[in-house]
């Protein structure tokens, strides 16, 4: 379909749309050429229709959300990306139980537990989510991982929209392994505790941040999934490549596992340290590391 009769029917749906967009403002690693065609669904209604339109079309799409797990390409995206970030909302159906759309930020659970007392997302302070990149990603820190408060689900697949219960079954370490679609709520559970308790949980999740990684300098967390042998910032640490440097991009001195942009980095620089990291681990170790970043264009 050619590009202005794609826009004409996108616009046709009601949707938000804008065309040759900069995916450096839309990723927490700040590069990645221009994305054709961005539109942002604000209504449960405007996702299902653009989705299935894009399905049915055969037009190439994104899922995007809060952008901190993904690698565009510096060529950019052609085709339509699909951002979530407006299709936000907490509504609290219980005490403690919160119906959350998909790009609501998970911040907003935190924050729910610091006004009301309620206790159990602490653990994702700093991580800068949506709850549909958390669900897609078991998004974790510290022991814990998101899937561990979710109680329902809806994700738009083929067959609809599909309400799930969730079990500890439909996800593994930093993957969601039900079925294929797109996450548009998730029914969270938060335990009853006093306000004082949350705050210090908050608190220590931030500092113990702050102490093991770098902050400041755009990234995507930790590049790669630990392998069950050793933590992955730990076999590219002694793989010798802490300060590695290409073009504008770092392996941090702080965590070799996170990649920085410095300021004027392309995804290339950022890709050929990540290929460098991993060859340089196997060699050394002979270990395949496995990315937890999207890297759009890789299968
Ligand atoms: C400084 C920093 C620290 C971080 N620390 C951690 C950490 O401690 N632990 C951790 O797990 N992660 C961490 N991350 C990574 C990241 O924040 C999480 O993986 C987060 O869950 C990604 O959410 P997002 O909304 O940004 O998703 P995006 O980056 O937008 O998307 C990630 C993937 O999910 C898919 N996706 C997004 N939304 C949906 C949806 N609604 N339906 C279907 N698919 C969808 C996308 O297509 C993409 O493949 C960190 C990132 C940064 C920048």
Request: negative net charge.
């Given at each position: 379909m050619k590009r202005r009769k794609l826009v004409q029917k996108l616009k046709e749906m009601g949707l938000t749309i804008w065309e040759g967009v900069p995916l450096a403002r839309y990723t927490?690693?700040?590069?990645g050429g221009t994305a054709e065609i961005m539109v942002f669904p604000e209504r449960v209604e405007e996702l299902v229709k653009t989705w299935h339109f894009l399905r049915t079309e055969s037009i190439p799409y994104f899922i995007l959300s809060g952008g901190s797990k993904v690698l565009f390409p510096d060529?950019?995206?052609s085709g339509v990306v699909v951002n979530l970030r407006r299709l936000k909302g907490l509504k609290?159906?219980?005490?403690?139980r919160l119906e959350a759309l998909s790009?609501?930020?998970t911040s907003a659970l935190i924050a729910y537990g610091l006004t009301k007392g309620f206790?159990?997302?602490?653990?994702?302070?700093g991580i800068p989510a949506t709850v549909g990149g958390a669900l897609y990603m078991n998004a974790g820190a510290f022991g814990r991982c998101?899937?561990?408060?979710?109680?329902e689900l809806e994700i738009l697949t083929e067959e609809g929209l599909v309400r799930l219960a969730a079990g500890?079954?439909?996800?593994r370490y930093r993957a969601f392994q039900g079925p294929r679609g797109v996450f548009v709520r998730a029914v969270v559970r938060l335990k009853p505790a006093l306000k004082e308790e949350v705050r210090s949980r908050v608190k220590a999740a931030l500092s113990r941040r702050r102490q093991t990684q770098p902050f400041g300098p755009p990234s995507f967390g930790c590049v790669f999934k630990n392998p069950e042998e050793a933590p992955a910032g730990y076999l590219i640490e002694k793989a010798g490549l802490?300060?590695?440097?290409?073009g504008g991009a770092v392996i941090s001195?702080?965590?070799?596992?996170f990649i920085l942009n410095?300021?004027?980095?392309c995804t290339n620089d950022i890709l050929y340290l990540v290929e460098e990291a991993w060859e340089r681990v196997f060699r050394t170790f002979g270990l395949e590391l496995q990315p937890e970043v999207r890297i759009v264009g890789q299968a």
């Open positions: 927490t690693i700040r590069t060529e950019g995206f609290e159906l219980a005490p403690g790009g609501t930020p206790s159990g997302a602490e653990f994702l302070a998101f899937s561990e408060l979710v109680e500890p079954e439909l996800w802490k300060g590695l440097a290409r001195e702080k965590h070799a596992n410095l300021g004027k980095a």
